[in-house]
Nanobody, 115 residues
């Protein structure tokens, strides 16, 4: 069974940076498309960034140019580098691993952008 564990969330001032990590275990990491989603209070969960097994990336318009997703297949880990953070980036961030019809989710990590 695939397990995902996110880390790296916290409190940061506007304009600051954070890097989230998502450690993958229990499967063959290299075959999974990895995604970062986020969910703010009172809002629906939204897709933030995607990286395919071939390291093709895609981003939501709201984070383009500020966030960068990457993966390290030797460490079975996906990262989300977040720069120029805004208060509206405040949310619980979740990673998920997708392969075929199977999707696995982590437990989430809180990111709060506030002065």
């Amino acid at each position: 069974q695939v397990q995902l564990v996110e880390s790296g969330g916290g409190l940061v001032q506007p304009g600051g940076s954070l890097t989230l990590s998502c450690a993958h275990s229990g499967g063959i990491f290299q075959v999974y498309t990895m995604n970062w989603h986020r969910q703010a209070p009172g809002k629906e969960r939204e897709l933030v960034a995607t990286i395919t097994p071939f390291s093709t990336t895609n981003y939501a318009d709201s984070v383009k140019g500020r966030f960068a997703i990457s993966r390290d297949n030797t460490k079975n880990t996906v990262f989300l580098q977040m720069n120029s953070l805004k208060p509206e980036d405040t949310a619980v961030y979740y990673c998920d691993a997708a392969f075929g019809t199977s999707v696995y989710w982590g437990q989430g990590t809180q990111v709060t952008v506030s002065s």
